[in-house]
């Protein structure tokens, strides 16, 4: 069976992702209106009544803003950490109990014949977590809001087929940039975002354990341009013997709307 996905929206200014096979529709976050998820799930010819569930990342506003809203409309159950729910339930408005599920990091858990596993990531959150998603052999990583490289939450998504990497800032665009002192700090920190540098890295690591499709998402909208990342992540890739759009596909998440449907099965592995 084919895994399918599509990236909503990417970036710091609202994130959502469509993840599918024939028996599951998931959303992974929504950052956006409720409306605006609607508008680009069906751009993208997914119909929200047939959703199964919305999944959270964690509890910051750029992930949370229609969940309450879609929740209630679509009657679909929520799947968070305790912590994430802790932190976000204030600011989604009431959820009905039987739509309120709790999961728990590396507690994998079957919805349709998707296994999806939650896994732990450093990020200035309560409890925020990445999610795999595998179907017959087949694997995608959602690995964004990342402070650093760590072995833990980069060990999930090595071997994954895709993987949409989060690919946050240039650091010289960060420093010069407006951003008051306070938020540079924490966004360089080992709890905030990884950088253009951090995501070649990564990349090229991901790469040459077999993956195949990398999407870099997000982006800062003021301290990054989409080809800045695309351009640094090719130059990671290339020193690691890799050829960008040739062994690897290579593409940057659109910030305002899906960037369109993408498909992996283990046959094309
Ligand atoms: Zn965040
Ligand atoms: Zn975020």
């Known amino acids: 069976m084919e895994l399918r996905f599509s990236p909503l929206f990417s970036g710091s200014s609202g994130n959502a ?3 599918g096979c024939d028996d599951a529709h998931i959303l992974v976050d929504a950052g956006m209106s409720g409306t605006r998820v609607i508008q680009e799930l069906c751009r993208v010819g997914v119909d929200p009544r047939r959703l199964s569930a919305i999944l959270v990342t964690h509890e910051h506003a750029d992930h949370i803003k229609g969940i309450g809203i879609l929740s209630r409309k679509l009657d679909l159950p929520v799947f968070a950490t305790e912590g994430t729910w802790r932190g976000m339930y204030a600011k989604i ?4 109990d039987k739509n309120r599920i709790v999961i728990e990091a590396d507690r994998d858990f079957f919805m349709g014949s998707i ?3 939650p896994f732990s990531i450093p990020h200035d959150a309560a409890e925020p977590v990445g999610f795999t998603f595998g ?3 087949a694997k995608l990583a959602i690995a964004t809001d990342l402070g650093c490289i ?3 939450w980069f060990g999930h998504v090595l071997g994954a087929d895709a993987v949409l990497l989060e690919s946050n800032y240039d650091p010289d665009m960060l420093r010069a ?14 709890k905030g975002h990884l950088s253009n540098d ?3 890295r990564a990349a090229a690591e991901l790469a040459l354990h077999g993956t195949r499709q990398i999407i870099l998402g997000h982006l800062s909208k003021e301290n990054n ?4 990342a695309m351009r640094s992540c090719e130059l990671y890739l290339q020193q690691a013997g890799v050829e960008p759009h040739e062994d690897v596909m290579l593409c940057v998440a659109r910030r305002d709307g899906t960037t369109g449907m993408f498909s992996i099965s283990a046959e094309m592995v």
Do not use: C, H, M, N
């Open 115 to 117: 296994d999806v596993t």
């Open 17 to 19: 992702i469509y993840v």
């Open 150 to 152: 760590r072995e833990g």
């Open 198 to 200: 951090d995501a070649g």
């Open 93 to 96: 408005g009431p959820i009905a």
């Open 225 to 228: 341009f989409p080809e800045l």
């Open 177 to 190: 940039g407006p951003y008051p002192y306070e938020l540079k700090q924490r966004i360089l920190s080992r």
């Open 135 to 137: 179907v017959d052999g």
